[in-house]
Nanobody
Framework: QVQLVESGGGSVQAGGSLRLSCVAS????????MGWFRQAPGKERERVATILRRSGSIYYADSVQGRFTISQDNAKNTVYLQMNSLKPEDTAMYYCAAGAASYGDSRLYNYWGQGTQVTVSS
């Protein structure tokens, strides 16, 4: 089993920045991919960014490309999401997830954190 603990959410004005962190309790082959999903009220959970531990391969959703940066510190089993130029439409609960690969379908991820709220006001 792998536990994921997120931190770093909060409230900011449009144009501001936040940095999310996700610490995994351990690494397994089933957690080779770590990343972030988000879910706004009334909307489906969507993949925001993922990173593969071994290759470093990165995925970004089109909506965050150029504004968000995902990175990892393998020695600390930690993934970060630097969010710049935040927009009101980025408001959502952000969840850290871990899985064997970078899937678009959230149901294929093995482990989930509790979520951290990000609110961007205009």
């Amino acid at each position: 089993q792998v536990q994921l603990v997120e931190s770093g959410g909060g409230s900011v004005q449009a144009g501001g920045s936040l940095r999310l962190s996700c610490v995994a309790s351990r690494y397994t082959s089933g957690s080779n991919c770590m990343g972030w999903f988000r879910q706004a009220p009334g909307k489906e959970r969507e993949r925001v960014a993922t990173i593969l531990r071994r290759s470093g391969s990165i995925y970004y959703a089109d909506s965050v490309q150029g504004r968000f940066t995902i990175s990892q510190d393998n020695a600390k089993n930690t993934v970060y999401l630097q969010m710049n130029s935040l927009k009101p439409e980025d408001t959502a609960m952000y969840y850290c997830a871990a899985g064997a690969a970078s899937y678009g379908d959230s149901r294929l991820y093995n482990y989930w954190g509790q979520g951290t709220q990000v609110t961007v006001s205009s």
